[in-house]
């Protein structure tokens, strides 16, 4: 499932400080892609930048490990289902519009709390994409009451 969430934030800003740390990341391999492609940029250590926004959300104390994630033109990932079954809240860096697939479908967003457990992946686009993930180890529930006032949609899967 996704929520959409009512979360003005600055793009330029979160664009600037990944473009201006992006040689502390590192490419993520395609999880058991023998030829070992490699999919998308990570980059961990990004408190400084995360911090005031999980402030923001009413999510602080929670065990949150936030991430970049930027994947370039014409990459994707296959559907899966998170290991660890963390959830996660995803915000759009670029102008360009992103989704995610859950259960075959298209799910397009701008800030958005996704629910990993469901079968999801990210469709090939002709463009770059770029989103800070705040990757959170609590259970669904207790991040919804923290999140009440920012829900505005929900996406049915």
């Known amino acids: 499932m996704i929520w959409h969430l009512d979360y003005n ?12 740390n992006f040689m502390r990341g590192s490419w993520y391999p395609a999880d058991g892609d023998s030829t070992h492609q490699l ?5 961990f250590n990004i408190d400084e930048i995360a911090l005031p926004i999980i402030k923001d959300l009413n999510l602080e104390g929670f065990n949150i490990k ?4 930027w994947m370039p033109p014409h990459r994707g990932l ?25 259960k075959g479908n298209e799910y397009p967003y701008e800030c958005a709390l996704i629910n990993t457990s469901d079968y999801h992946g990210v469709t090939p686009v002709d463009h770059d ?22 829900i505005i949609s929900t996406s049915i899967i």
């Open 129 to 150: 994409r770029l989103i800070l993930k705040l990757f959170i180890r609590e259970s669904i529930d207790d991040v919804m009451i923290r999140l009440n006032d920012r």
């Open 9 to 20: 934030y600055d793009k330029k800003k979160l664009e600037q400080y990944f473009y201006d």
């Open 66 to 69: 936030p991430r970049y994630r």
């Open 78 to 102: 296959k559907d899966h289902i998170d290991i660890d079954n963390a959830i996660g809240i995803n915000l759009n860096c670029l102008d360009d519009p992103i989704s995610l697939r859950v």
């Open 39 to 43: 999919l998308m940029w990570h980059l």
